[in-house]
């Protein structure tokens, strides 16, 4: 018997096998590309289907893939800090000043308002480039939205939760602002109508917080509505 027959293995881990692997062993289908291949990774006493569903649930397997996401997110952030008194930092916001006429919606973390000047200068920045709704996501405190022609803010309070991943929060809560947008059929932006699609975005980006996993915790319309009603 060789090493790798030693170890659960018949080829090394690059080798794919499109057959179904030998009773005993855990099977893995790469779903995210869909490619159907099957890889063999060892032996499994318990006989348990391995997935990455299933390995996230794991807390030594999601401590480590959350530490490796977390370092790769903030490594740009700190390039940037690091390298801004080489002018890179005003080069950077020239670039985001190119794009603004082309922005209709923009939404910011409280983190990146430099890129617009600051939260003082969002209602004049919203004129000059003719943005119609702008909206600063704050954490726990919640968001603010800016309507253009508006220098008072619309703000909705944040929801308690029992945090279990905060990756992905932004992203569900902005995929519910335009998720509301579309669905409410008016495409005029009103205060009132404003405060709704805040409401529904903050109860996506909630739901979002209290599962592990970004793209797997994100909630699907009905339980969204359940919530708010």
Not at 115 to 137: A, H, K, N, R, W
Not at 191 to 206: I, K
């Amino acid at each position: 018997m060789g090493f790798w027959e030693w170890m659960g293995f018949e080829n090394p881990r690059d080798s794919p096998k499109t057959e179904q692997p030998k009773e005993g062993l855990p099977q893995v289908t790469d779903n995210v590309r869909d490619s159907g291949q099957t890889f063999v990774f060892g032996r499994s006493n318990a006989g348990e289907q391995v997935d990455e569903k299933a390995a996230m649930q794991i807390p030594t397997v999601y401590a480590c893939v959350r530490l490796l996401a977390e370092s790769i997110a903030a490594l740009p952030l700190h390039l940037y800090r690091v390298t801004d008194n080489n002018g890179n930092k005003e080069k950077a916001l020239r670039e985001v000043a190119s794009v603004l006429p082309y922005v209709d919606f923009l939404k910011l973390s409280d983190e990146e308002l430099d890129f617009v000047g600051g939260c003082d200068q969002i209602p004049l920045c919203m004129e000059q480039y003719g943005i119609s709704l702008l909206v600063v996501t704050l954490g726990a405190q919640g968001a603010d939205a800016y309507l253009r022609g508006r220098k008072t803010p619309i703000h909705i309070d944040g929801m308690k939760a029992v945090v279990a991943d905060t990756n992905g929060a932004g992203d569900a809560f902005w995929s519910g602002m335009l998720s509301a947008l579309l669905t409410r059929g008016d495409w005029k932006l009103t205060p009132d109508g404003v405060m709704e699609m805040l409401r529904f975005a903050n109860v996506c980006g909630w739901l979002t917080v209290q599962t592990y996993g970004a793209i797997p915790a994100f909630p699907r319309m009905e339980t969204v509505r359940n919530y708010l009603e």
